[in-house]
């Protein structure tokens, strides 16, 4: 009799029996299993508790700080346009992310290619590295404001003409700084125009055919006329 009360697990008449024993191992994995889950939901809970004591070693979550901005009114392509602009804008996020101006290209993103030129008050610059807030009470013309009628100008048809965009990425930037050029100089000569596109870099090395191009549009020979 006693044999089969321990067989079956019963303490018996034994004075010396230890329950511990007793204990199988699966209800020993099952029970400290519940206490971890319990152990690891309690700092949670006693977080969320807004009655209960902090635990500084719960990580509080922080709301981000609001972002300034400045309410601006710029003129694009000839339409004028009011923006509220995170002042940490750059004035391609805003051509391109507000405006829907995606002719602008980001290359290097640090004021180096030239693919993100625009014309800021008639001058070239690097929209990636020129704040949006910036260019207020200013005007920007971007290569979608180049069109023509409805066409193409004859700087644009050169490039055309001329094979002077290759992948055609640095081309927005290019077409910008030579409309700036042909502004100031309608007559270039070729260290002109090599001069005035030294910041605009082209990765299909296409720098011939561009220059090429501008001095077709200007009227100009590739020899180097005078202005």
């Known amino acids: 009799m006693d044999r089969k009360r321990a067989k079956d697990g019963t303490r018996g008449d034994n004075p010396t029996h230890d329950p511990g024993r007793d204990l199988s191992r699966r209800d020993f994995i099952e029970g400290t299993g519940a206490a971890l889950v319990v152990a690891g939901t309690t700092p949670a809970l006693a977080a969320a508790d807004p009655g209960g004591v902090s635990d500084p070693t719960v990580a509080t979550p922080q709301q981000a700080p609001a972002v300034p901005t400045t309410q601006i009114t710029l003129t694009v392509n000839g339409t004028a346009h009011t923006v509220d602009a995170q002042d940490r804008w750059t004035l391609n996020e805003l051509l391109r992310d507000h405006l829907g101006l995606v002719g602008s290209k980001i290359g290097c993103n ?43 100008t004859a700087l644009q048809q050169a490039f055309i003409d001329h094979n ?11 077409l910008m700084s ?27 090395s296409n720098y011939n055919a561009i220059v090429e191009a501008v001095l077709a549009a200007a009227g100009s020979s590739a020899s180097g006329g005078g202005r």
Do not use: I, K
């Open 110 to 152: 640090r004021g180096e290619c030239g693919a993100c030129t625009v014309l800021l008050d008639g001058e070239p610059v690097y929209s990636c590295s020129t704040l949006a807030v910036w260019a207020a009470g200013r005007s920007v013309m971007t290569v979608e404001g180049l069109e023509d009628g409805g066409g193409v």
């Open 178 to 204: 030579a409309t700036a050029l042909l502004e100031r100089t309608p007559r270039p000569s070729v260290d002109d125009v090599r001069h005035a596109l030294a910041g605009n870099l082209c990765r299909c």
């Open 164 to 174: 002077a965009a290759q992948c055609g990425f640095c081309t927005p930037g290019q």
